[in-house]
T-cell receptor, first 112, second 113 residues
Framework: QQKVQQSPESLTVSEGAMASLNCTFS??????FRWYRQHSAKGLEVLVS????GEKEEGRFTAHLNRANLHVSLHIREPQPSDSAVYLC????????????FGKGTHLHVLP | DMKVTQMPRYLIKRMGENVLLECGQD?????MYWYRQDPGLGLQLIYI???????SEGDIPKGYRVSRKKREHFSLILDSAKTNQTSVYFC????????????FGPGTRLTVL
């Protein structure tokens, strides 16, 4: 079964400094990865989806995928206090097209 | 406007009472999900619905059942609620398989006393 781990658990950055979040997974045959953001126990919103090795940019959010290293990261350029939230990594399961596994999340705090 | 709604948003019940959580979506998505989210455990999958009357257990189905009689509506039922079912419950929908983006509702915070 796919296992997804996120690091760090908590991250504090100053407004304008780059924020980098990490996600490792156990099954390199997955080909569907997403980063979601969750503000204070509200619903999740998708930030960026990536399906092949390399980089995918959506506005200030950039995902990097390296399946050989079982690693996907999220970089937030010029973070703002409104970006303070929990960021969740979601990885598909190669053997079940309907299921994704979520990491436990990284709490990001952006200081003004 | 693509939207997933959940009702109620907050609910307090006593142990042993029945609970009905409701979810609706306006995107005609075939697939819908129920998750629960607990501190330190992340999102855990309770049930998947592939379409009307086509449901499958997720990773933690014990103590829950679901109903989907219309494509746009998916219900989660707790028969005789237990205190360890206190949690935040999220509904999600997606077009087709889990490879597509999941759209999430705002969540229902359930407290079982």
């Amino acid at each position: 079964q796919q296992k997804v781990q996120q690091s760090p658990e908590s991250l504090t950055v100053s407004e304008g400094a780059m924020a980098s979040l990490n996600c490792t997974f156990s099954d390199g045959t997955s080909n569907n990865f997403r980063w979601y953001r969750q503000h204070s126990a509200k619903g999740l919103e998708v930030l960026v989806s990536i399906f092949s090795d390399g980089e995918k940019e959506e506005g200030r959010f950039t995902a990097h995928l390296n399946r050989a290293n079982l690693h996907v990261s999220l970089h937030i350029r010029e973070p703002q206090p409104s970006d303070s939230a929990v960021y969740l990594c979601a990885v598909s399961i190669a053997t079940n097209a309907y299921k994704v596994i979520f990491g436990k999340g990284t709490h990001l705090h952006v200081l003004p | 406007d693509m939207k997933v709604t959940q009702m109620p948003r907050y609910l307090i019940k006593r142990m042993g009472e029945n609970v009905l959580l409701e979810c609706g979506q306006d995107m005609s998505h075939e697939t819908m999900y129920w998750y629960r989210q607990d501190p330190g455990l992340g999102l855990q999958l309770i049930y998947i619905s592939y379409d009307v009357d086509s449901n499958s257990e997720g990773d933690i189905p014990k103590g829950y059942r679901v109903s989907r009689k219309k494509r746009e509506h998916f219900s989660l039922i707790l028969d005789s609620a237990k205190t360890n079912q206190t949690s935040v419950y999220f509904c999600a929908s997606t077009a087709g398989t889990g490879y597509a983006e999941q759209f999430f509702g705002p969540g229902t915070r359930l407290t079982v006393l």
